[in-house]
């Protein structure tokens, strides 16, 4: 055997089949979505969010499924799945309209499938326009970012106006050198507001050096510095709250449609962080902490406070919901990824 010979046979061997992945991911998401059904009433609005997502996500699946034979087994999975999950989320979001009436009213629209428009096309991020220096803790608390979004709804009052931009929410918005979640929540801001129809005031930048940035800029911008931060995360190691902000970039720079997020070892890891029995994430962690620079500063809005959920069981409800709708992404990018009109645009 030839040592060109030797190496395909060896990548062969080493590398999963497409197939094979769908097949993986497929069962994680099965996993969660029983997760799901258990615990109905019970998960918090970010995670019911995130499941509603991955319902958007095996909508497209299903709906853009290759029509082969070998595949039709796991597009009847998923089928069936959609279904599953619609059933679920009928009943948590019943559930969170009793128990958080003014904040389920607040982040509606986020509650319609539909809303989640999934990427058309893929591109990459940009190592140049990773920032030079970056702050230690976070730009923003949660209660600002939450109006800023509710803003853009339209839910900041009953038949509320939508897509204001207050001064604030802009300079807060596009700050440069944000780290964790301020970086994603900003990117969040952005996709939400092109979601809701808002791109033209989001493009209405007064600085000068910065009037004729679009969304897409920021987007490209945001993610370009969240893919540097999850090749950090993933090379220095994961904790619980590291492995919480490493998916939340996956899933907001996937469904942003930049594609190099859907890194083949990422997903090892993120299978592997699954709850065997339960079906759920961050089983194992203690999200009372912050990132270890946090420490040293405690914020006085960090995310913790409402954001996450900690179940009876032990489970997170932002870092479940988080995973599966990361999974779903990964879903459609491997049945995408051979559709032509669906290659890196250059």
């Known amino acids: 055997m030839t040592k060109s010979y030797l190496v395909v046979f060896l990548v062969t061997i080493i590398l999963p089949t497409?197939?094979?992945?769908?097949?993986?991911?497929?069962?994680?998401?099965?996993?969660?979505?029983?997760?799901?059904?258990k615990q109905s009433k019970n998960i918090n609005l970010?995670?019911?969010?995130?499941?509603?997502?991955?319902?958007?996500q095996l909508v497209e699946a299903v709906r853009s499924w290759p029509r082969d034979l070998d595949s039709l087994a796991q597009r009847s999975t998923a089928s069936s799945l959609v279904k599953r999950l619609g059933n679920?989320?009928?009943?948590?979001?019943?559930?969170?309209?009793?128990?958080?009436?003014?904040y389920y009213r607040e982040f509606e629209p986020l509650m319609v499938t539909s809303f989640w428009s999934l990427p058309h096309g893929w591109t990459a991020t940009d190592p140049s326009l990773v920032y030079g220096t970056r702050r230690l803790t976070e730009?923003?608390?949660?209660?600002?970012?939450?109006?800023?979004?509710?803003?853009?709804?339209?839910?900041?009052?009953?038949?509320?106006?939508?897509?204001?931009?207050?001064?604030l929410c802009r300079d807060t918005m596009t700050r440069f050198g944000c780290p964790h979640y301020s970086l994603s929540h900003q990117l969040l801001y952005f996709m939400i507001g092109e979601l809701n129809g808002c791109s033209k005031m989001l493009k209405g930048e007064m600085r000068p050096s910065r009037v004729n940035m679009t969304v897409q800029h920021y987007k490209r911008i945001f993610c370009s510095n969240m893919m540097k931060s999850n090749q950090e995360?993933?090379?220095?190691?994961?904790?619980?709250?590291?492995?919480?902000?490493?998916?939340?970039?996956i899933l907001l720079c996937g469904l942003?449609?930049?594609?190099?997020?859907?890194?083949?070892?990422?997903?090892?890891?993120?299978?592997?962080?699954?709850?065997?029995?339960?079906?759920?994430?961050?089983?194992?962690?203690?999200?009372?902490?912050?990132?270890?620079?946090?420490?040293?500063?405690?914020?006085?809005?960090?995310?913790?406070?409402?954001?996450?959920?900690?179940?009876?069981?032990g489970c997170s409800s932002h870092m479940t919901g988080v995973a599966v709708s990361?999974?779903?992404?990964?879903?459609?990018?491997?049945?995408?990824?051979?559709?032509?009109?669906?290659?890196?645009?250059?």
């Open 18 to 37: 497409q197939q094979e992945v769908i097949e993986d991911v497929l069962t994680s998401i099965r996993k969660g979505v029983t997760y799901l059904e």
């Open 46 to 56: 970010d995670g019911v969010v995130g499941y509603k997502i991955l319902h958007a």
């Open 88 to 102: 679920s989320l009928t009943l948590a979001t019943k559930a969170l309209q009793e128990s958080e009436p003014k």
């Open 139 to 167: 730009c923003y608390d949660e209660q600002l970012s939450d109006k800023c979004m509710t803003l853009l709804l339209g839910t900041w009052k009953d038949n509320g106006t939508p897509c204001i931009v207050t001064k």
């Open 233 to 249: 995360i993933f090379k220095n190691g994961f904790t619980g709250q590291t492995q919480d902000i490493f998916m939340e970039n």
């Open 256 to 313: 942003a449609g930049f594609s190099d997020f859907y890194n083949l070892d990422w997903l090892e890891h993120i299978l592997l962080w699954q709850d065997p029995e339960d079906g759920c994430f961050g089983k194992e962690y203690d999200f009372s902490f912050g990132f270890p620079e946090e420490h040293l500063q405690p914020q006085p809005h960090r995310r913790v406070k409402r954001r996450e959920k900690k179940l009876r069981d």
């Open 326 to 346: 990361a999974l779903g992404g990964y879903l459609n990018f491997y049945l995408s990824e051979q559709d032509i009109t669906k290659r890196p645009l250059s």
